[in-house]
């Protein structure tokens, strides 16, 4: 009998979606193929102290991992001539030190393969400006925006209403909508707490949609998802609690606008150099104009989240994501 394989599943992290991650990370633990793979909780504290858990997966949705005794101080090894703890590496780190290239390189020092985006790719899908530079360089339209940092003027010749982002955040912290220049100031204020470069963006028109990608050279895409917003934007809160908002898998729209998107969300996938798997987020305006939003190199893991949800509307089910991703990884 082949020997089990060993996958470490690391969560928590110093960013603003630590609670995020311990959620999607629980739903990994707990729907990964036991005759295939054996997970290994890595938690990182939201001071940055890493412990290896091997207590019950419910401490660490509920968020009293660290306090318990089965918690253990861990250290990555770096000697490459030494076995490793584990086959593979599976970050379940929502947002910046997670999903930004950072954990992905400390993997690869440490010689162990890493499930998802590699290090350049993170780091691009991070960088909302960067990744819009090359998607638009790959033939694909991106919203006008203009970059700002703090020692520049806080004016902006894009019309209102436009979106004030951090070039480099996730699930929404630090975005505003703003109507007018008289709430340019306080927008500008709060994403700069989240990054010293903001984006001011034009609101793009329509609603937005998404694709679920698999894959390194051969791409398995999952059914496309609609977001119907009852008022403002799928800020943090729609995102995770769906109080005003909906969403639709499949979308509402025709078979051809379907593939289109899906054809779109390929071509992004592959300018910004992902592997393993991707959320690719655009835009679909009333006259069926495709425009690229973000990518998200480590979407929600949640068996309700949207990633799942897309793949499994395609008949792929949560399991087979979790074991498809890894097996990408590690060559299975």
């Known amino acids: 009998m082949k020997e089990k394989q060993k996958i470490a599943v690391i969560f928590g992290g110093c960013s603003p979606e630590y609670e995020v991650s311990l959620q999607s990370a629980s739903a990994v633990i707990q729907h990964m193929d036991r005759a295939k793979y054996t997970p290994v909780p890595i938690g990182i504290t939201r001071k940055g102290d890493w412990f290896r858990f091997e207590g019950d997966v419910e401490e660490i949705a509920s968020d009293t ?10 250290a990555l090894p770096f000697h490459r001539t030494s076995p490793a703890p584990f086959d593979a590496a599976f970050p379940v780190l929502h947002g910046k030190n997670g999903e930004d290239g950072t954990v992905q390189g400390l993997f690869e020092l440490a ?3 890493v499930v998802g985006c590699g290090v ?13 530079q090359l998607v ?13 940092t703090k020692a520049e003027s806080l004016e902006t010749d894009i019309p209102y209403p436009v979106f004030v982002k951090p070039v480099k955040a996730g699930s ?17 204020a709060l994403a700069f707490q989240y990054d010293d470069e903001v984006l001011i963006e034009e609101t793009i028109p329509g609603f937005e949609v998404g694709c679920a990608i698999m894959g390194n050279e051969t791409l398995t895409v999952g059914e496309v998802d609609e977001i119907e917003l ?13 109080k005003t908002s909906a969403i639709h898998v499949p979308a509402r729209v025709d078979s051809a606008t379907a593939q289109r998107i899906k054809d779109t969300a390929q071509t992004i996938y592959r300018a910004l150099g992902c592997k393993g798997f991707a959320r690719v987020d655009m835009f679909l305006t009333p006259a069926g104009k495709i425009v690229f939003n973000e990518v998200n190199t480590i979407p929600g893991f949640t068996a309700h989240s949207r990633f799942p949800s897309m793949m499994q ?20």
């Not at 991992?65 to 861990?74: A, D, E, L």
């Not at 009852?230 to 769906?242: I, Q, S, V």
């Open 111 to 113: 010689g162990i393969p």
């Open 136 to 148: 638009q360089a790959a033939g694909v339209r991106v919203p006008y925006a203009q970059v700002v």
């Open 65 to 74: 991992w660290h306090t318990s005794p089965q918690c253990k101080p861990f």
């Open 230 to 242: 009852a008022d403002g934007f799928f800020d943090y809160t729609e995102k995770y609690t769906l």
């Open 120 to 132: 350049l790719s993170s780091a691009l899908c991070m960088d909302k400006h960067r990744a819009h």
């Open 313 to 332: 509307a395609a008949g792929i089910p949560f399991e087979q994501v979790i074991s498809t991703v890894i097996g990408l990884a590690v060559g299975a």
């Open 172 to 188: 929404s912290f630090g975005i505003t909508k703003v109507a007018g220049p008289d709430g340019l100031p306080a927008a500008l």
